[in-house]
Structures are given as C-alpha cells and as structure tokens.
C-alpha cells in the first residue's frame, strides 16, 4: 500500500501533467492581461489596469462614455493599443460599480475580474464575469463625489428657490438671476479687470485657461494679448457680442489669445491633444478640455446660462447637452462631462470673490452654482 507521502507526491505530478487539475489548484491567482490575450479559454481571474471602455474591435474610448457595458484593461495603466487590451464584458448586476460611465474614476485603477476568457468585440476578451474587486488592499469603488453643499451665506438672495429641486427650482433660479444690469460689450473690458484680478498683483488679471497672471493694459487682439472668452461660445445659439448674453460677464473671461483661437467655439468634453500656451489643456476637432483647475468654472459658468437665458427675452433658449459638434445651435455639450467637472472642482476663493464683485459692482445678479454647487444635481440628475 502506498505511504501518504507517496500518494501525495503523485497526485502533485499528475497536476503539472492534466492541465485542468493544474487550473483548478491555481484559480484564484491572478493571471496577466498579456497571459488572458493569449489564452482565449476557460475561466481565469485577471488582474489589470482599467483603460477605457470598448466599442467596437479597435476602438477604446477613454471619456463621455456610452453607457456601463464594458471595460478595457491592461497590464499598463498608460497603454493605448487595442491588441495589448482585454475586453471586459461588464454584467447588468455589476454595471453600478464596475461601468464606467457610472464610475469615470475607474479608469487607472488595478482590478481583478473572474470569468470566461473568450473573443467580446471579436477582439481577446472576457465574458461571464462573476467577480470584480480592486486588486491588494484596495476598498471597492465609492460613487463619484457630490458637489458639497452651499454655506447658506447669500439665502437671502435665493429664499424663494430653497427647498426647490427640478424643474420647480430651475423655474425660480431663471426668475431670481434674470433681474440683472446689463453692460455693453466695450464695457466688459473694465468690467473683467476687477472681476479677474490677480489678487497677488492687482495690476494684473489672472488668465482662464493658462492660470497666467498678465497686466491689464495688455488686452487686444495680438497673439500675446488677452481677450474676451466667451465661456458659452457666441456661436452656440447666434447671439454675438450683443448686449445681453453676449455681454453677460458671469460667462466672459480674460484669455490668452492664441488659446482663445485654438478653443474657438467647440464644446467642452474629455481629451484631445496638448494646447501650446496652456498646460494641462487638451482639445481634438470637435471639444476643448481646461485644466483641471478651472473645470469646476467652467461647468458653473455654462449651466449658469442655461439658467440665465431661457427664450423669454428675445434670446435663444440656451441648453447643455450631452453632444459635440452642436455648431449654430443654441446647445453646449456635454452636460454629463460638466456635471463631473462641478463636483470634482469645487468654487475656489477666486471664483466666489468673482460672483461677489459682479453682484455689487457691475450686473447684481449671481451665479447659483457657485453658491450653491449641489443645485446642478437637483436641476439636471
């Protein structure tokens, strides 16, 4: 009869010889993204990085994502060919968590996801999931951050729209902001240089995009001169530099020229190639991305006017959308995009000065997602 021993060392030799026995001692160590691609069969946990959501067999996107489908993940967090990636289908029971479009944040982040390695996008993939979990230590994923509440300290101003949410409270906002001062646009120069003032040299405004600190006395026209951004771009709804939204400082900003031209009148979205003059800036054909420093303004100045300017006054009826590429049309895309820019980027102490010196000194009305970021959520959910 055959020692224990025996019957152990034999059974441990016959794992190395019967590939199943081998996978089945070893299922839950995570293999590669590298080892899933190249072994397109049975079931394996796989350990990788989340970059981007596929939608077809070459294409990973890696922002306004569709919907909570699927992922992309690789050994690289920073990888960007399709064939070093693995499709992820993401299950109906996971999508809350694990979906990007619900959870942005995901992206860069190690997981380890459980399932059937098989062809999804007829592209190496992984199918059947039944676990997802970030890799070591790493707690699951939270939702994305709510905008933090107002301080309450202009309620006076808002008193009628407490308590309000939806339509009811986008209803009384328009209402409380549409009692304003209206200045011409030769006007808005002056305007801008109390409005943006640096508050380190107040011989100088401070730049949107760039985050630059330039003297006032070099606004115009030439490639190193500020100008007047709108924010909400004049095309988007034909309204021009005519007094009214055209002039409308809560969305007219001090630019860089040549940062000015290379935004022109695209919408605001994820992405896109690096824009000489402005870190942390990126744009593509069809979207301009600010840096992460100002995302938060720029969101609040578009929904801002969404609010401001609802068809009533012989203006457009402006809206955000979730689209690029509206041209003419009285849209900015993408809500959803700007609606992540308003909680990840909270009013700074620049941006609330700003309001204030636009209610007391020029048009005495206020932006109310600036004192009160939460209302984004409340009015577009």
């Not at 890696?62 to 993401?90: E, F, H, K």
């Not at 809350?96 to 944040?105: I, K, V």
């Not at 801008?192 to 995009?209: E, F, I, R």
């Amino acid at each position: 009869m055959l020692g224990r021993t025996a019957v152990l060392v034999i059974l441990t030799f016959l794992a190395t010889l019967v590939p199943g026995l081998a996978g089945q001692a070893n299922a839950d160590t995570p293999i590669t993204v590298s080892q899933a691609i190249g072994n397109q069969s049975g079931s394996a946990t796989v350990r990788g990085y989340v970059v981007g959501q596929p939608t077809a067999t070459d294409t990973v996107i890696t922002s306004a994502y569709p919907n909570d489908y699927a992922i992309a993940i690789a050994d690289n967090a920073s990888q960007t060919s399709t064939s070093q990636m693995l499709y992820v289908q993401v299950p109906s029971e996971f999508r809350s968590q694990w979906g990007l479009r619900s959870n942005p944040s995901l992206k860069g982040k190690q997981i380890d996801v459980t399932g059937a390695l098989t062809a999804y996008f007829s592209h190496p993939g992984l199918k059947s999931a039944s676990a997802f979990a970030f890799s070591g230590t790493t707690p699951d994923p939270e939702p994305d951050p709510e905008p933090e509440p107002g301080d309450g300290e202009h309620d006076d101003y808002y008193a009628s729209a407490l308590g309000k949410t939806g339509e009811d409270l986008r209803d009384e906002l328009h209402t409380i902001i549409s009692s304003q001062t209206k200045l011409s646009y030769s006007a808005v120069w002056e305007a801008l240089k109390l409005t943006d003032q640096d508050p380190n040299n107040t011989s100088n405004v401070l730049l949107l995009y760039s985050g630059r600190s330039q003297s006032k006395s070099t606004n115009g026209g030439d490639p190193n001169d500020w100008n007047r951004e709108h924010v909400w771009a004049k095309s988007h709804g034909d309204f021009g530099t005519a007094t009214g939204p055209g002039t409308d400082i809560h969305h007219l900003r001090p630019t860089d020229v040549s940062v000015n031209s290379t935004r022109g009148n695209k919408d605001f979205d994820n992405g896109g190639g690096t824009v000489s003059e402005c870190s942390g800036c990126s744009t593509d054909s069809d979207s301009f991305e600010p840096p992460d420093a100002v995302k938060g303004d720029v969101a609040r100045m578009i929904l801002y006017m969404a609010i401001r300017y609802e068809g009533g006054d012989g203006w457009a009826d402006l809206e955000p959308n979730d689209l690029v590429n509206n041209g003419s049309n009285p849209y900015m895309g993408r809500i959803s995009v700007l609606l992540e820019w308003n909680a990840q980027d909270p009013p700074s102490t620049f941006e609330k000065r700003r309001n204030d010196v636009i209610f007391e000194q020029f048009q005495h009305n206020r932006n109310p997602f600036i004192d009160h970021p939460e209302w984004a959520g409340a009015i577009w959910n």
